[in-house]
């Protein structure tokens, strides 16, 4: 591990600022799924690369946690590198790739497939945290609507899917119900990754951060997928299983190999795929 | 007009509203019975819009109170209750149409939906049975099947009122504002929304409050006027009566000015 | 025999101001009854007010006072004083209107044009367009314009299919306004017909007939009516 930055505070954030942002994850976790304004803050990273994610695990990291920071599900893509390195340097933390040793997990667009436990935090990196803004651009409307439960355009939404392509085509960022009050964006995550959210164990927590909006899923609660009874809610399915560690359970990224069309699909959770290898697989034989 | 009902649906008293100095309508008062249609007649800044934003709970009064009696029998102050609650009666007892069908209509999602949010709004969660329904009322409205799953972009303005008016039936309202629903097209296609207006408010035993400068339309669809004028309601009876035998100075102006046909 | 109307000291003064407030009055301490059975002939010369007395009884015309009472079900309505919706309710079960002219609703075949009346009072369309076939063929409206808006017919025509649409129920109470202006004689023989008819079951008429031959034909008693004098 290298060494702590000297002249920064821990975790970067100013106290003041963390315990603005943790006044607001609170109100979020009281709210199940409504969206708390909070005072985003410049952070040294350009918008779009996961501010609104670093300031709230900024805010609730601790000396002792063990932080695992994932991109489209990979722990060796830039974005993940850069802000595990980040913290390690803010912070001093431990990091991690795998995912049972982590104490929290930012996430960007995934879910781990290893199901979470008590006790972990998972947090969201959020572009756009206002699901009704598809259909009603006004945020003074947008939030009435959220306050008087008014969602018929969610259905609206679904229902012009179907019209146009037979099914519900949503596919990231498929709106949810949470705990049966507040239509939520889930964020860009594949809708393959919905089901996971649904009564977790974990601490779920979003943050946008040029929206300025916090919001949260606290553990056990539920969280539906929105449908229609003849067109029910439904995750992808591939024909076929990983390539390199052969799992049918998990979700499938399509690689492409060369100029001659070769390609190849493989586990977007690195951690994942790596731990059901075959050569993985002796330790459970030693077990 | 049910007779048997002996309750007004909507029962408004002492209702003006200011801007500032100036008048939008003063101490409008007045009861509409289920099934009833009232006019509002008067020309451009008499106070008609105004009022009908006053009464369909989209314009706070200055002063005034507008009673609107529920399905279930219940009364209740338009402006004291919750707007949680106004909304969801605007969405499911009462339905409007505005003038520019873009102010009604969801541009950007097609005819079957802009049908079917009402009912999706209301707990509605089957595909076919809300696609079933829209269709049922595209039919009443007179737009061809085919067109349902068409922007409302691509419809005519009397496709587009049409559609609209079929949007705000769907959820079975029992009350209807609807502003100039007529102006802006083309008199014969004017005829016909005209003629389908009058066959749905008939068939549902629709109360509408019509705001028109059109006689005319006022004519064919009203039981009742209100003739406005500078805000306030200066003459008030039956269509026929105020139409054939206007008491008021401003309403033998108005009727007066017509061009007969 | 029901006393259907009795209309007590009606008075009525048309102001027009866009005339400068030009003062015409027309009816003065003016009173009529009518009885079930019977056919009131309104009778005087023209610009004596027949039209805004016919007018008057049905609401049309607002009068400056007086009082219409009228049997409507079981209960006695003030035409004069009685609330829009009840005027209508009238209207719909109990007082139908002949005018002179048909006024055309856009786009309805002359068929609902006529059974509309009937199924606004409650029966059932099948048996409303019955009803209003047998009338337009009664007065020999060809078949083949029944389903045909009437705004097109010829005034003849336009004028039959308005007096159909005032025979379609059997009203308690009927005024005719000129019913057989613009009629041949044999459409003329029809109508008389049409109001004995009515006569016969109970029905309460009120009438202007310009045409001595319908006016003999039908009328049970004349009501006189004298012009005012203008400058009165």
Known sequence: MSATLEGYNFAYLDEQTKRMIRRAVLKAVAIPGYQVPFGSREMPLPYGWGTGGIQVTASIIGADDVLKVIDQGADDTTNAVSIRRFFRRTAGVATTTRTEEATLIQTRHRIPETPLREGQILVYQVPIPEPLRWLEPRETETRKMHAFADYGIMHVKLYEDIARFGRIATGYNYPVMVNGRYIMSPSPIPKFDNPKMDRNPALQLFGAGREKRIYAVPPYTRVESLDFEDHPFEIERWERACALCGSTESFLDEVVMDDRGGRMFVCSDTDYCESHRPDRSEQEAAE | MNAQSPQPLLTVRGLSRYYGQHVGCRDISFDLWPGEVLGIVGESGSGKTTLLGCLSGRLDPSEGSVLYRDRAGQSHDVYAMPEMMRRRLARSEWGIVHQNPRDGLRMAVSAGANVGERLMAQGARHYGGIRNQALDWLDKVEIDAGRIDDSPRTFSGGMQQRLQIARNLVSMPRLVFMDEPTGGLDVSVQARLLDLLRRLVGEMGLSVILVTHDLAVARLLAHRLLVMRGGEVVESGLTDQVLDDPQHPYSQLLVSSILQV | ?232
């Open chain 3, 1 to 232: 025999m029901d006393l259907m109307i009795n209309a007590k000291d009606l008075r009525k003064t048309f102001i027009l101001h866009p005339q400068g407030g030009v003062r015409i009055p027309v009816l003065a301490d003016s009173s009529l009854q009518v009885a079930s059975g019977e056919c009131v002939t309104l009778h005087g010369p023209s610009g004596a007010g027949k039209s805004t007395l016919l007018r008057s009884l049905y609401a049309n015309y607002k009068l400056d006072q007086g009082s219409i009472l009228v049997r409507h079900g079981g209960q006695i309505v003030d035409m004069v004083t009685a609330a829009p919706r009840t005027v209508l309710e009238v209207r719909r079960r109990t007082m139908g209107y002949v005018s002179q002219f048909l006024r055309a609703i856009p786009r309805v075949p002359a068929l609902d044009v006529v059974a509309e009346p009937a199924c606004l009072a409650g029966i059932d369309q099948a048996e409303a367009r019955e009803r209003a076939a047998a009338l337009l063929a009664r007065l020999r409206i060809p078949e083949r314009l029944w389903h045909i808006p009437p705004a097109t017919f010829s005034g003849g025509e336009q004028q039959r299919v308005n007096v159909a649409r005032g025979f379609v129920l059997d009203y308690p109470i009927l005024l005719l306004d000129e019913p057989t202006a613009s009629l041949d004689a044999a459409n003329r023989g029809t109508v008389i017909e049409l109001i004995n008819e009515a006569k016969a079951r109970g029905g309460a008429i009120v009438g202007i007939f310009h045409d001595a031959e319908v006016r003999d034909a039908v009328t049970t008693r004349l009501h006189l009516i004298q012009p005012m004098d203008a400058a009165a």
